[in-house]
């Protein structure tokens, strides 16, 4: 609920605040007190348009601050906001034209603060400020009327189905080329690197032998020469060191102190003919033929162009060639998927055309009845032959239905009926308002209403009934009322007064809550235009028939 409202340098306002209650709020006032200007500054608050001309004369700014409390809900969490302890909104307006907002201190855009405004307040009378004029707000009415909300979403979720199926068919449909030329690529490209036969580790190898291959003819006569002096050749080291071991063994045989000797000598001869095994193990492998160096190289340079074509290392192309498979393996799939999304998208669509078709059917009946409610209704309020109808029209299948719903309204016979927002009057449509305010009084939950002109061209019965209309609906909301009508004004749980004083040094504004005398005294003017015997005892009456009065 609105719970205060704080206006400085607005328009002809020096300085006012102002504290709602719960319930049925009124400010009265004279003719040109200003008590429009309160609710200006409740729209402009909330996201209105803003000029210079709204800040006072002599003033560099002006500023709207407004309390709500218990202001919670998914709207103010969805937008990021703590509602628990109240929201404060601000807006402050320069002599230049421009704006600030301020949603508990923090800058905001005038979007956010308009986006929070309209799931707080409904303004109806001259104000843009009106939720319920929304085609998209009329449809959700009838579907909240008609408890037709688990229909609703089960077939906004359908059509989201059906719309990312068509998405994915669209894709596979309309990117077939490209498929196919990806596809011709990756198998070439994988029927290269198959066709190489790499394996881990290949390069290396081939750069090692290679190393060897290039220096062939030094390497075998290093190896030859060195084999032929170990054990070949005649007085090789081996046979030399076999004469000598052969002397000493007889020289141990004569003198057993040799015998050391002796050991280290045939340790020294066994270890030669163990590196003669080697070096001719070595010594063959330079034996092969030299067409295996041509052999190695042109291994080498399919190893680099394929790491020019794949990656820069041999790790690098074998890991290709391993997204290259998972890529085909995907790609190849395609086509079978696309016959599988194709018959899935035909199930949802013809689900999805049998639930919208049904929601709309149920759609046209609640309409009916709500406009036979909305009828009986606003015969009370000063319509005599109103003409309200829901007109739902077809549409291309979206998340919302097949259906486009709008109010209309006509107040005068022969006059065909017009969507409410071209309602010439807005005391016809504050009275409109009221009515779809009390019809849809259980599932619209925008928790502050603010009327103005609602009693414009009313007066007796009628009187009553809007004032009856406004006071059961001020039972579950906040209700806000700029009235002329003492009809009204005795129902209310707040009765403020805007007074207007001028003097030399310019006009002053003043608004405040009047207690049961005060009451009584603005009554008995509104019904009388001034403060009699006569009108103070009727005044009374009135107080005492409403059965609402506060304080005093």
């Known amino acids: 609920m609105l719970r205060e409202l704080r206006i400085r340098n607005f328009a002809i306002v020096d300085s006012v605040g102002l504290c709602f209650r719960e319930g049925l709020n009124v400010i009265t006032g004279e003719t ?23 800040v006072r004369a002599g003033a560099e700014e002006a500023w709207i601050e407004a309390l709500f409390e218990s202001a919670g809900g998914p709207l103010v969490e969805s937008l990021g906001i703590s509602g628990d302890d109240g929201v404060i909104v601000k807006r402050v307006i320069s002599r230049s034209g421009r704006s600030r907002a301020y949603i508990n201190d923090s800058l905001v855009t005038i979007q956010t603060l308009s986006a929070l405004g309209r799931g707080l307040v409904d303004l109806h009378g001259q104000h843009e400020h009106q939720s319920l004029l929304s085609s998209g707000v009329q449809r959700r009415l ?5 408890r037709l909300e688990g229909l609703a979403g089960e077939v906004s979720r359908l059509h989201g189905r059906y719309r990312r199926l068509e998405e994915t068919l669209g894709d596979i449909r309309g990117k077939a080329r490209e498929r196919a030329q990806r596809i011709d690529l990756l198998r070439y490209q994988l029927g290269e690197i198959e066709a190489a036969g790499l394996e881990p580790g290949e390069e290396e190898r081939l750069l090692e032998e290679k190393s060897v291959l290039s220096n062939l003819t030094r390497l075998r ?15 090789s080291v081996i046979e030399k060191l076999g004469m000598i071991v052969r ?27 163990e590196a003669a095994a080697s070096l001719r193990g070595v010594k063959e492998r330079y034996d092969c033929e030299p067409a295996r160096l041509e052999d190695v190289e042109s291994r080498l340079a399919l190893i680099e162009d394929l790491k020019r074509k794949y990656g820069e290392t041999e790790a690098e192309v074998l890991a290709y060639r391993d997204r290259a498979e998972e890529e085909l393996h995907e790609l190849e799939g395609l086509e079978e998927r696309g016959a599988g999304v194709e018959e899935e998208l035909e199930e949802v669509r013809s689900v999805l055309m049998e639930k919208a078709a049904m929601l709309s059917g149920m759609r046209k009946e609640t309409a009916r009845r709500v406009e036979e409610t909305m009828r009986d209704i606003l015969s009370g309020l000063a319509f005599s032959r109103p003409d309200f109808r829901i007109e739902i029209t077809e549409t291309p299948i979206s998340p919302s239905g097949i ?46 209403l603010v009327f103005d002109e609602v009693d414009a061209g009313v007066g007796g019965q009628t009187a009553e009934s809007v004032g009856e209309r406004l006071s059961r609906l001020s039972e579950s909301r906040q209700v806000i009322c ?3 009508l003492p009809q009204i004004a005795s129902r209310a749980d707040s009765h403020l007064l805007v007074t207007k004083d001028e003097d030399a040094g310019g006009v002053s504004v003043t608004v405040g ?7 009584v005294r603005e009554i008995a003017r509104m019904l009388s235009g001034s403060v009699t015997g006569v009108s103070l005892r009727h005044a009374e009456d009135l107080l005492r028939k409403a059965g609402r009065s506060r304080g005093g």
């Open 32 to 54: 040109g007190a200003g008590k429009s200007l309160v609710v200006d500054a409740i729209e402009l608050v909330l996201g209105g348009r803003a000029s210079s001309d709204s």
């Open 142 to 146: 009838v579907d909240s009327f008609g």
């Open 221 to 235: 006569y290093l190896g030859e020469t060195a084999f032929s002096l170990l054990k070949d050749d005649e007085g």
């Open 247 to 273: 002397d000493v063994e007889e020289l141990n045989r004569m003198d057993p102190s040799a015998e050391e000797v002796l050991e280290s000598l045939k340790d020294a001869e066994a270890l030669l003919h």
């Open 403 to 448: 259906d486009r719903v709008e109010f209309l309204f006509s107040a005068n016979p022969g006059q065909p009926p017009r969507p409410l927002g071209r309602v010439a009057s807005g005391g016809e449509l504050s009275r409109v308002m009221l009515a779809l305010k009390c019809v849809f009084a259980d599932v619209d939950r925008v928790p502050v």
């Open 482 to 484: 700029i009235t002329h």
């Open 513 to 519: 809550e009047l207690d049961r005398e005060g009451r």
